[in-house]
């Protein structure tokens, strides 16, 4: 009985029969797109964007030329060729000395700020090493007076007390004296034996610091001067006339 069982719809299939698919169309696929944009107008709205487009990059630059032309027009240029600039800012000499630095060189300069050294002056407060200390101090340097106010005068300096970078120190230089310094200015220098022993002791200063050593001097060391005023190209008559000359004459000999 099982095998008379049949199933709807087995009867009308064909034992033979074969799949086919549907046959390709490639003319269809290629203008399917045209079709689509055709149907939902797209093409309309593509058409409208590139003419809007068109229309404000084409006129922009007219209209802009027009209100830049339009707004010089109120000024009289040949009326008033001046006026026009007298308004404008003035550049200060400072800022022109740098633009003439920028357009000379090509770059603008560093600017960096001078180290301050750290100096000492013997007999600084003398009446010449006051005026030396006074400009070392204006330039930014710290300065060490050594002085022991033999000849030199406390008043002469009072006026830098305070300052963080000035010292003084009451010392004889015959004694031996250690300090850290760049620059050593001798200007020390009366009769013996401070003239001599003292200025050896500001030369072994400076050779143990590697300190530069300016020495000062008179002129009395070359004696009566065959001509007077005497020029820097004189180089004088070496005939001392009496001790304190002797005592600042060797100097002049190596």
């Known amino acids: 009985m099982s095998s008379e069982l049949t199933f709807r719809g087995h009867e009308a299939q064909q034992v033979n029969d074969e799949y086919s698919p ?3 169309k490639p003319w269809l696929s290629a203008i399917r797109p045209i079709r689509y944009m055709l149907r939902e ?3 309309v709205f593509v ?3 590139i003419v809007i487009a068109t229309l404000f990059f084409t006129l922009l630059p007219s209209t802009s030329t027009k209100s830049s032309s339009s707004s010089f027009s109120t ?3 040949d009326s008033h060729p001046i006026s026009y600039f007298e308004n404008e800012p003035k550049s200060t000499p400072y800022q022109q000395r740098a ?3 920028v357009h000379s060189f090509g770059k603008i300069p560093l600017g960096i700020k001078r180290k301050g050294l750290r ?4 007999g600084g407060a003398g009446f010449v090493g006051s005026h030396l200390v006074d400009r070392l101090i204006a330039r930014g340097d710290s300065v060490i007076v050594v002085d022991n106010f033999f000849t030199g005068r406390k008043e002469n300096v009072m006026h830098h007390f305070g300052n963080p970078r000035f010292e003084l120190i009451r010392h004889d230089v015959v ?6 310094v760049d620059q050593i200015y001798h200007l020390a220098c009366p009769a013996s034996p401070t003239n001599v022993v003292g200025t050896l002791n500001m030369l072994g200063l400076a050779k143990r610091v590697g300190a530069r050593f300016l020495l000062t001097s008179t002129s009395e060391v070359y004696g009566d001067p065959l001509q007077h005023p005497q020029k820097e190209t ?4 070496v005939n001392p006339i009496d001790t304190w000359n002797v005592a600042r004459g060797p100097y002049l000999y190596p």
């Open 22 to 24: 549907k046959p390709n």
């Open 41 to 43: 107008q797209r093409l």
């Open 47 to 49: 058409l409208i964007g």
């Open 75 to 77: 000024v009289h240029y």
């Open 99 to 101: 633009a003439a630095v």
């Open 119 to 122: 100096i000492v002056v013997t």
């Open 175 to 180: 004694e031996p004296l250690l300090l850290e």
């Open 234 to 237: 004189y180089w004088g008559n």
